[in-house]
């Protein structure tokens, strides 16, 4: 029932599974393997365990992402969250790296591609926020964030001036 919803939805969306339909399908891999394998079923049926396991790696890394976007879909999310909340997701993305680094047999290659990648676009679209007047007052007047959550040094001597 479940590869049946999937490939209806996979086919709307040109083949790609959404993410959050990504953890159930790898929650359901052994029934998913026994029911692409049936006649009817008209697609790519088996994934290799390095798909596998890439699989889970990506969903895992990307579940920050996820609970990054319900903070700020909230409607309580403010101004002063964006710095600390791209903050946040640098450091678990370079926590991440220095992991993969250290040991290179437990993760793929494209695994380390995926996770630079992640980082070299948070930087390229969020490095403007630490030099951005209105986000650096937000952030450095709300009571929660104050000048703690700022990485350049630049940027909390100018705050706090």
Aim: net charge negative.
């Amino acid at each position: 029932m479940f590869l049946v919803m999937c490939s209806s939805r996979m086919s709307s969306h040109a083949g790609i599974l959404p993410f959050r339909h990504l953890g159930d399908f790898l929650n359901s891999c052994s029934s998913v393997a026994v029911q692409a394998s049936l006649p009817h079923v008209k697609c790519k049926t088996e994934l290799a365990t390095e798909e596998w396991v890439l699989m889970e790696q990506v969903v895992s890394a990307l579940t920050y992402f996820e609970e990054a976007t319900k903070s700020v879909s909230q409607v309580s999310a403010c101004l002063s969250d964006a710095i600390p909340l791209i903050n946040s997701l640098r450091r678990v993305l370079e926590r991440i790296k220095n992991t993969t680094a250290m040991d290179d047999n437990a993760y793929s290659p494209e695994y380390n591609a995926f996770i630079l990648n992640l980082i070299a676009g948070i930087n390229d679209r969020f490095d403007y926020l630490e030099t951005d007047e209105t986000f650096i007052l937000a952030t450095a007047l709300d009571p929660r964030y104050k000048l703690r959550t700022f990485t350049l040094q630049s940027t909390s001597v100018n705050a706090s001036a």
